[in-house]
């Protein structure tokens, strides 16, 4: 089953729309959604979460429409947002209280857990709190009903390599469980190297890709030479091109490009710029 | 829904405290000069109007982008703005009310009838002083809401000057109405449940 699946997602904004964006995020799987600031990444989070109308396209999570099923697919959710949205006057103790009646399966013990694993104060005020601590504090909100499926919204972005670290194990740990899921959206990309099964790539409104990590990883290779030595490459190999200052880069499919090319592996980004900046 | 109750009552809770020393101020004045309507009307216009306060550090914190990722229907996030302005007024009238019998005691103000028209009158306000803002403030924000406010404070008093001539003399108006002023907190309770309404389609308009 399919935590997640998206067909043809459609909203508009003046300036911008999201168009016929469709993917799936196979259950027990962490799906990579990336994409530039402005791509489309939270714009498609929100149509999702309901907090966007969609012009139309199928939403459905678990399997069941995302609007008419809105609340009882809300309870097995959790959802981190690049920053905590809740009053600043309030401390972490009286959000437990809030949720314990927000949430009927809310595990007050493992929240307190997460918090002093995380050295996250029980009772400052959230103003008081850095933006390490707020995400830490939202990321156990967002854990402590034990939900079935994880929505990050750039939840790793302006946080130093040691908390994303942190961050990235607990993650990591949720996933023990083979029935949960999570989206994972960011522009960083090497948090997704490490724990995403999947990658969708999206650019102006677009979905350009969505495939499995490995796939990617070992299936494309870079090519780095001047142009004569990229025409020399066999055209159905080349997914993209890049020009630059010393010469020309091809994304290429590894299987069919001659072994006397030397390839070079690609990362994330190095696809991601292929795609965004590159041409066929 | 009573997660977002006790939510909102935890973050105005030192809002509230701050207003107790206006309160106690206002005490000091209402005994000196002898006024108990005037102290009960202030503590239960101070207490009510947390309300768009609560609202206010929701708007600040966009707490709305995350409440609607929680298992609430968005019906019952427009109710409990509703039900805890309602909760908070009966708080105020609960404070209030001991005092100004206390007050009462002391001075000449022991009329009861004449105290429950006041009464009547000032409840009936606060309902319906609430049944225009909550609207306002959840479809334009607080910042939009206030000129909106301020707009709607200037039309009425604007149309009175143009057409004062034929308006009739408002003194006899008044005691026209006197034997409905015992009906009046009904017919606030009555808007504030049409503002609810109102608020809810708005909101489920609203997005975040």
């Given at each position: 089953m399919n935590a997640i699946e998206i067909h043809d997602l459609h909203k508009v904004f003046e300036g911008f729309s999201l168009k016929d964006v469709s993917f799936s995020v196979p259950q027990g799987t962490v799906m990579g959604f990336v994409g530039e600031n402005g791509a489309g990444k939270s714009t498609t989070i929100k149509c999702m979460l309901n907090l966007l109308k969609k012009e139309y396209g199928e939403i459905l999570l678990f399997g069941q429409d995302h609007v008419e099923h809105e609340l009882s697919i809300k309870t097995d959710i959790g959802v981190v947002f690049d920053d905590l949205h809740v009053?600043?006057?309030?401390n972490a103790t009286q959000l437990d209280k809030i949720m314990k009646k927000v949430f009927k399966t809310w595990d007050t013990g493992y929240y307190f857990e997460r918090l002093a694993q995380f050295n996250v104060?029980?009772?400052?005020?959230i103003k008081e709190l850095s933006r390490g601590m707020r995400m830490k504090l939202s990321i156990a909100l967002a854990l402590a009903h034990h939900p079935k499926l994880l929505i990050l919204d750039?939840?790793?972005?302006?946080?130093d390599p040691i908390i994303r670290d942190d961050i990235l194990d607990l993650f990591l740990e949720f996933m023990q469980d083979e029935t949960h899921s999570i989206l994972f959206s960011s522009h960083i990309t090497s948090d997704l190297e490490k724990i995403a099964d999947y990658i969708t790539l999206i650019h102006n409104g677009e979905i350009l890709l969505s495939e499995s990590k490995d796939a990617l990883l070992y299936d494309y290779g870079i090519f780095k030479g001047n142009s004569e030595e990229v025409n020399?490459?066999?055209?159905?190999?080349?997914?993209r091109k890049r020009h630059g200052a010393f010469g020309v880069e091809a994304l290429v499919l590894k299987n069919e490009v001659n072994e006397a090319f030397r390839l070079e592996k690609p990362s994330i980004e190095d696809i991601m710029l292929f795609y965004v900046k590159g041409s066929v | 829904m009573v997660g977002l109750i006790v939510k909102d009552l935890m973050t105005i809770q030192r809002q509230m405290k701050a207003q107790a020393f206006v309160v106690l101020f206002l005490l000091a004045m209402a005994i000196f000069m002898q006024q108990s309507a005037m102290l009960l009307a202030v503590i239960v216009f101070i207490v009510t109007i947390q309300a768009i306060t609560a609202l206010a550090y929701d708007e600040q914190s966009s707490w709305d982008k995350y409440a609607n990722?929680?298992?609430?229907s968005k019906g019952d996030i427009i109710l409990s703005k509703y039900i805890l302005s309602v909760l908070l007024m009966i708080i105020g009238l609960i404070v209030a009310l001991p005092i100004i019998f206390f007050i009462n005691l002391f001075t000449n103000h022991g009329d009861t009838t004449e105290f429950f028209l006041t009464f009547n009158l000032i409840v009936a306000f606060a309902l319906s002083l609430l049944a225009i803002l909550l609207p306002i403030y959840i479809k334009f924000g607080s910042i939009k809401g206030r000129i909106v406010l301020i707009a709607l404070c200037f039309i009425p008093g604007f149309l009175f000057g143009m057409f004062n001539e034929y308006i009739p003399d408002m003194a006899v108006t008044f005691l026209n109405l006197k034997p409905f002023i015992y009906v009046a907190p009904f017919a606030g309770l009555l808007m504030l449940w049409l503002s609810s309404l109102i608020s809810t389609v708005i909101y489920k308009r609203k997005e975040f």
């Open positions: 009053p600043e006057t309030l104060p029980k009772r400052k005020k750039e939840p790793t972005s302006g946080l020399e490459l066999p055209e159905h190999a080349i997914l | 990722t929680l298992p609430i």
